[in-house]
């Protein structure tokens, strides 16, 4: 694999891409509280990419906090989507020596279009996987607008698209459906890592007192985890040894339903989190 950042694909520049802004899909869906549902599918649909797997052993304290590691990671993820370039751009460089070589001696960087993409996948995949449980459906218009923002989004880190790249949402399923297929596995990560094993977990914060987090962090890395599992198609349930009853099913479909409507009468200073909501007030909405 290269070893360096290729220029930024003509194709994303921001003229062929929708804006984002308060009238848009992504920031209406994204920055709201129920994306934490979508969380553990993230994370779990990068750790099962080799080379993410890979670097998190060699360039990380991974295990040291996983939690605390989603919680770090999550918000400039969020305030790419909401503030833009220079977000990106520092997401970019702090990866730029994340790079090293596989057990086999093939090597991996993290600023390889094909990687780098995938790991913006797994994100602009979470209000995909919510729509029509936790939060409301999206007609076929509005998923074909959903992932032309994803684009305009991925354009803000300023790294090329890969050449499979999709260009359109049909596209976008069809390179999903692939990925599962034939890029994703169970990786030392995903069989090391204690929130997949619903084990204890250190608080994700230093404000949390252990004492408040241990009796809990098991139930709710069980939640999250269940989540996730429905979350996930079938085919990539079967790949990571994972199970789905009928019973499942139902208790998915009364916590999705019960969130969403309770969502839907919530005012959007209570929906989103401070990120999104301070940007709308930005923007005068």
């Known amino acids: 694999m290269a070893e360096r950042a290729h220029e930024p694909n003509l194709s994303t520049a921001k003229l062929d891409l929708p804006d984002l802004g308060p009238q848009s899909i992504l920031w209406q869906r994204f920055g709201d509280w129920r994306s934490l549902f979508a969380a553990v599918y993230a994370g779990v649909l990068q750790v099962t990419q080799r080379d993410i797997s890979t670097s998190l052993i060699q360039e990380s304290t991974f295990f040291d906090n996983e939690v605390a590691r989603l919680v770090r990671s999550a918000f ?123 084990l204890d977990t250190d608080p994700p914060l230093s404000q949390i007192p252990m004492w408040l987090w241990r009796p809990i962090s098991p139930y709710i890395a069980k939640l999250l985890l269940w989540v996730t599992i429905g979350l996930f198609p079938p085919a990539l349930r079967k790949k990571l040894g994972w199970e789905w009853s009928k019973a499942d099913k139902v208790k998915f479909f009364l916590l999705s339903r019960s969130v969403r409507g309770i969502f839907a009468v919530l005012p959007r200073r209570v929906r989103m989190v401070g990120i999104a909501e301070r940007a709308f007030r930005r923007e005068g909405a």
């Open 76 to 198: 400039p993820i969020i305030r790419t989507v909401y503030e833009g370039e220079e977000v990106g751009a520092m997401i970019r460089d702090f990866h730029r020596d994340v790079k090293g070589k596989h057990d086999d001696g093939t090597r991996y960087h993290s600023l390889n279009p094909e990687v780098f993409y995938w790991a913006h996948v797994t994100f602009a995949l979470m209000p995909f996987a919510l729509a029509g449980n936790f939060s409301p459906r999206l007609s076929k218009r509005e998923k074909e607008q959903l992932f032309q923002e994803s684009r305009t989004w991925y354009s803000f880190y300023g790294v090329a698209e890969p050449k499979n790249a999709p260009q359109n949402y049909p596209e976008f399923e069809k390179y999903f459906a692939d990925y599962v297929e034939n890029h994703l596995h169970q990786s030392q990560v995903f069989k090391r890592s204690r929130i997949v094993r619903t």
